[in-house]
């Protein structure tokens, strides 16, 4: 069910373990202009809202996620949200700790350019891992993974003569 009922929305994500039915989507704001990140829960009757939008900062779009659930039943969200004063794409991972969305690190990206459709998974620690293709500096897909305090690159980029629209974790 949409945030706002008289707003449309698109993107929608999935993610199920164990017990837990979690999506994300994103949902246009009519105040700002840009695209918000929603998420929520499903209880086997209803769906319900986990927490408030994602975005970083008012005004920029959100236009690709990604969702993963931790052993104790908590989301975490990837995403790369655009941000209208540097025409920079950026991705974020945040976690849901019961009350509140906390970051994970800062943005994971380093290059400026286009960041498209992040795809996160998680280890056995419920450490996430985030892949996402990005077209600045060539074409390359990254790879990051979260060592509980910052992200560090798994490898050097993988470089395409053409640049993946998504990748799958």
Known sequence: ???AQEESASAPVIA???NSVLLSWTENNPVDGGADLYVSAFDR???YPIGAALDRTVAQTVYGSSIAITGDGAPIVAWAERDPSTARDNVYVARW???TWTSLGDRLNSDTGTTLLPSIALDDADLPTVAFPQLGNGAVVRLQHFNGSMWEDVTNPL???DLPLSVRL
């Open 1 to 3: 069910e949409n945030h």
């Open 16 to 18: 199920a373990r164990d």
């Open 45 to 47: 009757e209803a769906w």
């Open 97 to 99: 700790n019961g009350l």
């Open 159 to 161: 470089v395409f003569s």
